[in-house]
């Protein structure tokens, strides 16, 4: 029996270090002593699995973290450093039965073959939960972590020459996609056959080179590692523009995007579904969630006093790519409503203290949204890809093979 | 007076792509499936073994242009199972082996470290170079490293390792609420290296781990990677696990450490072995033989055959005798992915030697392949095998053992319960953990507390 109305939205949340906010890290809540142990992971995706949440995702990034868009800076009053997130994943899966994890990948400076066989372990080590999270970084400084390309400097993200740099690790980025995704389907599903009469372990012909060319690697395969439990585990990207909200159309499950009001979300929708045709693949599904930093309180003042707080602690007030929510738990609810009414599927949310946010989430959101009749009593399926309503995707390979 | 008795190290290799592993037995089960790792991780900790080791292959190894299908295909991802293994135990070291020419320092050094973590000090990294263009055409580097920059490579990869883990000193997170310090400085990770292969520079981004550095292993033969693993290891995955030659291998590596101003006990050698045990000795050399047979098939003996005479032997009747046909000397061979490609070095001589052999003990080219094909270490009952590894370990053959089973999950557990507790009736093994850190089991100490006399030596 589904317990999950038809109308039912999603809700993933984003996992930062102490939370979203800066200062996120001094409130009593925060554990910032604890960052750099399983424990805390483990008690934050917990959590989160206590809140029937469809999935975390793990931010990350291959070079300190900074205040500037694309420069370090020299701040010591901010949460530095952070654990590689496929390897907090991992290490939490074990620990959780039904909630996804999707870690995040920095596409500019990683394998794509590295990444392929590190998402397909973590969907078997989780059975079938596993995604990840794709972006690239323009940053010059984490490019000189790595020593062998350089990035142009650009100054903004809108300049031409900007946005020529960005298109081209976006590119990239794609391209990085197709190799994984690729490779997840490099094994047939059954091609480990264990025959004892002719002595063969696999049937090679259900193995398959993937032969991909592209402009800046090519990759032979097929991968090290079998087709993992879901096929596909999830792809998904954050996108604030034409050419990542393309890069969302074409190769992710899940684009999480930033519109301010139900008008904005309603334009994102359409932007993105127009790419979606354009790419012909008007007919999959693809998820388009909002994503929001949030404060959440019992009374509305609360919150934005603890806003207030955080601010002043910082020393200026927060600024965010996203809506910064500040309230509680039922006009949080009505605001998804309406979003949700604009045709995002869901949301992942930000919390902006992940000690005092997240349980807020769990605890006080998902049972408002619940007794609106908007969000599952229980989970309904036991792999990542079943709770976001996806199938599980038939194999390219075994396609051709077969015609 | 006699010296006091060493202690056994031990370790447990979950079987990987080789056919060592008889997947055919009923009693065989995934090598992909989480849990069997969780049942072989589970096995060595209540045996309380040092560690859990994997190796790595990063392209599926072929014959005869096609993907080679007779043994166990196919395998997880290093980190990952490494990491997702740390949740279901609590004091097992957790040893990856990772390639220096297929990856980046940063992104390495980030992982091992982020696997310290998140084990409290438990993990480990086996340096390998394997290079090879056809492993490359997988990577964006490519196929295009020369084989003589493979050492040099991992030399500097390694160095370089090192000054990202050592670019945090360990008391920089303060996270003081009330001034609203939450680092103590700045410049934390920063590090700049500037050399033949990496020339790169900023700030690392992991603070320091528990263990500080992880535990770094070194599995290469060559005179490269013995003189990389006296400057640079802390411990070899060697292949001599026989008494003479591993007694040689033993002196010759440890005679290194000299000058590299490292003492006798800071780098240990552990070979791999396999072992298979029996109520008697008896049935423990009959049950071998079965195993061997079941590991070298008839199609298998051929293959095997086949990497030393680079050649297609599939007309041949693997029952039957040896090839008349003289080995292909050639740069390309028909077997692509498999490092033992190296141990043929002269395929002419090794053809004659192995016909002699044959002609002389009445063999089939399937006999053959068995015969001379990868050896059983210990074979016998439970004490025969424990006063064994004892005698080698005593008799400085090895400071111990990494124990690759025939049988996936299931094949250690016999290993646990009944050679383990006659190891530990003799004194030489431990019968719980002292310290929690790989480091502790392994009896190295802190890097902190041994300086930098490594890379001040290099
Ligand atoms: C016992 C042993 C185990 C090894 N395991 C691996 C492995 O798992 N993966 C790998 O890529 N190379 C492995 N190697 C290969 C070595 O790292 C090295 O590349 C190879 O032995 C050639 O170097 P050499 O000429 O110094 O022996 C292993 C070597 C030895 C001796």
């Known amino acids: 029996m589904s317990s999950t109305p038809s109308s039912s939205l999603h809700l993933a949340v984003a996992l930062d270090g102490t939370g979203w906010h800066p200062a996120s890290w001094r409130e009593p809540a925060a554990r910032p002593r604890e960052l750099f142990t399983a424990a805390y992971w483990a008690d934050l995706v917990t959590e989160a699995e206590r809140g029937l949440l469809d999935f975390v995702t793990i931010e990350d990034g291959l070079g300190p973290q900074s205040s500037h868009f694309l420069d370090a800076d020299e701040r010591t009053d901010q949460v530095r450093g952070r654990l590689d997130a496929v390897l907090i994943a991992s290490r939490v899966a074990p620990l959780t039965r039904h909630i996804g994890l999707v870690p995040t990948v920095v596409s500019t400076h990683t394998e794509p073959f590295h990444i392929s066989k590190a998402i397909a372990t973590l969907d078997y080590v989780s059975n079938g939960r596993a995604g990840l999270r794709v972006q690239i970084t323009a940053r010059p400084n984490e490019a000189d972590h790595f020593g062998r390309r350089t990035i142009p400097r650009i100054d903004a993200y809108d300049s031409p020459a900007a946005r020529e740099v960005v298109t081209d690790l976006f590119d990239e980025a794609a391209d990085h996609v197709e190799v994984v995704r690729r490779l997840w389907d490099s094994w047939e599903d059954d091609a480990e056959i264990r025959d004892a009469a002719t002595g063969r372990f696999i049937d090679r012909d259900k193995l398959h080179y993937i032969d991909f060319e592209g402009r800046h690697f090519s990759v032979k395969g097929p991968s090290i590692t079998p087709r993992p439990p879901q096929g596909q585990p999830i792809v998904s990207a954050l996108a604030h523009d034409t050419v990542p909200y393309r890069l969302v159309a074409r190769a992710a499950d899940v684009g999480y995007v930033t519109p301010y009001d139900v008008d904005e979300a309603r334009a994102l929708v359409a932007r993105i579904r127009a790419e979606q045709n354009a790419a012909g693949r008007a007919a999959e ?89 908007v969000y599952r009593r229980a989970y309904e399926a036991g792999t990542l890809r079943g709770l976001l309503g996806l199938a599980r995707p038939a194999n390219r390979y075994a396609a051709t093979a077969t015609a | ?419 383990v507790p006659l190891l530990q009736e003799q004194g030489v093994f431990r019968t719980e953990y002292e310290g929690r850190t790989l480091r502790d089991h392994l009896g190295l100490a802190h890097p902190d507390q041994i300086g930098d006399d490594r890379r001040a030596a290099s």
């Not at chain 2, 299908?69 to 609590?90: H, I, K, Q």
């Not at chain 2, 052999?357 to 025969?384: C, H, M, Y």
Request: charge should be negative; charged fraction near 25%; hydrophobic fraction near 40%.
């Open chain 1, 285 to 373: 599904p693809l998820h388009v969630f909002g994503d929001l930093v949030v404060f959440l309180d019992d009374d509305p003042a609360a919150a934005t006093a603890r806003r207030e707080r955080l601010d002043a602690l910082a020393g200026q007030p927060y600024t965010s790519d996203a809506l910064i929510f500040t309230g509680t738990a039922p006009q949080l609810a009505d605001l998804l409503q309406d979003l949700h009414g604009a045709g995002l599927s869901g949301f992942r949310l930000r919390p902006a203290v992940a000690g005092h946010d997240l349980p807020a989430i769990t605890r006080g959101l998902v049972p408002e949204l619940q007794r609106r009749g």
């Open chain 2, 1 to 419: 007076m006699s010296k006091p008795l060493k202690q056994i190290h031990l370790a447990a290799h979950f079987p990987g792509v080789n056919n060592t592993t008889v997947w055919s037995d009923p009693k065989a089960g995934s090598h992909i499936e989480f849990s069997s790792f969780v049942h072989f991780a589970r096995t060595a900790e209540r045996a309380k073994f040092d560690f859990l080791f994997l190796a790595e292959g990063l392209r599926l190894r072929e014959q005869g242009g096609q993907i080679y299908d007779l043994d166990v295909v196919g395998r997880p991802d290093t980190f990952t199972v490494l990491a997702a293994l740390a949740a279901v135990t609590e004091h097992l070291g957790l040893t990856g082996t990772i390639n220096s020419t297929f990856n980046e320092p940063y992104e390495v050094a980030r992982q091992f470290a982020s696997l310290d973590h998140l084990s409290g000090g438990r993990s480990a990294w086996n340096v390998v170079t394997s290079w090879d263009a056809f492993t490359g055409e997988n990577f964006r580097r490519g196929g295009f490293l020369p084989q003589e920059e493979r050492y040099s490579r991992a030399k500097e990869f390694l160095a370089t390792a090192h000054e990202l883990f050592d670019s945090w000193h360990g008391d920089e997170i303060l996270a003081d609420r009330e001034t609203g310090t939450f680092l103590r400085d700045a410049k934390a990770g920063a590090f700049v290296h500037t050399g033949q292969h990496f020339d790169i520079h900023g700030q690392f981004n992991v603070p320091r781990s528990p263990q500080g550095r992880p535990v770094i292993f070194q599995a290469g033969d060559s005179e490269e990677g013995r003189e990389f693993a006296a400057s640079s290891a802390d411990a070899i995955f060697s292949r001599y696990a026989a008494l003479e030659a591993g007694r040689a291998f033993y002196q010759d590596v440890k005679s290194r450490l000299a000058k590299y101003g490292r003492g006798h006990d800071q780098l240990l050698i552990l070979p791999a072995a396999s072992f298979v045990l029996g109520d008697t000795d008896d049935e423990a050399q009959e049950l071998a033989k079965e195993v061997r047979r079941a590991q070298v098939s008839g199609a298998t003996a051929l293959k095997h055959l086949e990497f030393v005479w680079n050649r297609d032997l599939s007309a041949y009747d693997p029952e039957g005798p040896l090839p008349d046909v003289d080995p292909v000397v050639s740069e390309e061979h028909i077997s692509r992915g498999r490092a033992q490609v190296r141990m043929y070095r002269d395929p002419l001589a090794t053809a004659r030697e192995w016909r002699e052999l044959a002609a002389a003990n009445k063999w089939s080219i399937r006999d053959l392949v068995i015969e001379t094909g990868n050896r059983q270490n210990f074979i016998g009952s439970p004490a025969t095998v424990a006063r064994t590894i004892n005698d080698f370990v005593q008799a400085d053959a090895s400071d111990g053992f990494i124990l690759v089973p025939h049988i996936t999950p299931g094949g250690l557990d016999v290993f646990a319960d009944q050679v």
